[in-house]
T-cell receptor, first 113, second 114 residues
C-alpha cells in the first residue's frame, strides 16, 4: 500500500529565506507526483506536476524535484514571501489499481514578515 | 471556466439527518472525485467516476454514504443517516485524464454534524 509522508508537519521561517519541503513515498510505481497548496478554508490548488519520466519542474520561484528510485520529492521555494504561507501537500498518482491520488498529511508553512 | 463548483459551502445538521452535497465539475472533464479531509486522517479519496460511471468506491466508509452522477455536469454525495464522526470537509475534484493531468479541486463543503 502506497504511503506518503511529509516532514516537517509545520515550518516557520523569516521572509526572504529559501526553503525546502520534503515528501517521501513508499512505492516507486507512480504515474506522477504533484504538489498542491491549500489556503485556510479553501480547496487545493495544483502548483507543480512531475511525470514519472521527469526529474524536476519549475514555476516561478518554485522548483519541484522527483527521485523515483529513492521515493523522494522536494519542493524548493526561493525568496519566500508572507503570501507563501499555506499548507503544502504532495500527492502521488499510483499505477496499480484505481486512478487515484495518495496524499501526504501536508506541511503547514508560515513566512514571517 | 468557473472551475469546480460545490454546494453548500457550509452545512450544519443534527445526527440522524440526511445530508446531500453537490458538485459541478469542469466542463469536458471525464473524471470526478469525491474526497474527505479531516485532521486525523488527512485527505482521503471516497469514490471516483469516469464518464458518469462509478469506478472505485472502496474509500466510501460505510453504507450510509452513497454517491451518484446522473449526468456529466452534476454529482451528489449523500450521507444518510449522518453521524458526528462524519464531520469533515468534503472536496470534489475533476480532471480530463488523471494519469497525466492535474486534478482541479472545488472549494469544499464543511460539514458539521451535531
Amino acid at each position: 500500500k502506497q504511503e506518503v509522508t511529509q516532514i516537517p508537519a509545520a515550518l516557520s521561517v523569516p521572509e526572504g529565506e529559501n526553503l525546502v519541503l520534503n515528501c517521501s513515498f513508499t512505492d516507486s510505481a507512480i504515474y506522477n507526483l504533484q504538489w498542491f497548496r491549500q489556503d485556510p478554508g479553501k480547496g487545493l490548488t495544483s502548483l507543480l506536476l512531475i511525470q514519472s519520466s521527469q526529474r524536476e519542474q519549475t514555476s516561478g520561484r518554485l522548483n519541484a524535484s522527483l527521485d523515483k528510485s529513492s521515493g523522494r520529492s522536494t519542493l524548493y521555494i526561493a525568496a519566500s514571501q508572507p503570501g507563501d504561507s499555506a499548507t503544502y501537500l504532495c500527492a502521488v498518482k499510483i499505477i496499480q489499481g484505481a486512478q487515484k491520488l495518495v496524499f501526504g498529511q501536508g506541511t503547514r508553512l508560515t513566512i514571517n514578515p | 471556466d468557473a472551475g469546480v463548483i460545490q454546494s453548500p459551502r457550509h452545512e450544519v445538521t443534527e445526527m440522524g439527518q440526511e445530508v446531500t452535497l453537490r458538485c459541478k465539475p469542469i466542463s469536458g472533464h471525464d473524471y470526478l472525485f469525491w474526497y474527505r479531509q479531516t485532521m486525523m486522517r488527512g485527505l482521503e479519496l471516497l469514490i471516483y467516476f469516469n464518464n458518469n460511471v462509478p469506478i472505485d468506491d472502496s474509500g466510501m466508509p460505510e453504507d450510509r454514504f452513497s454517491a451518484k452522477m446522473p449526468n456529466a455536469s452534476f454529482s451528489t454525495l449523500k450521507i444518510q443517516p449522518s453521524e458526528p464522526r462524519d464531520s469533515a470537509v468534503y472536496f470534489c475534484a475533476s480532471t480530463p485524464l488523471p494519469s497525466t493531468d492535474t486534478q482541479y479541486f472545488g472549494p469544499g463543503t464543511r460539514l458539521t454534524v451535531l
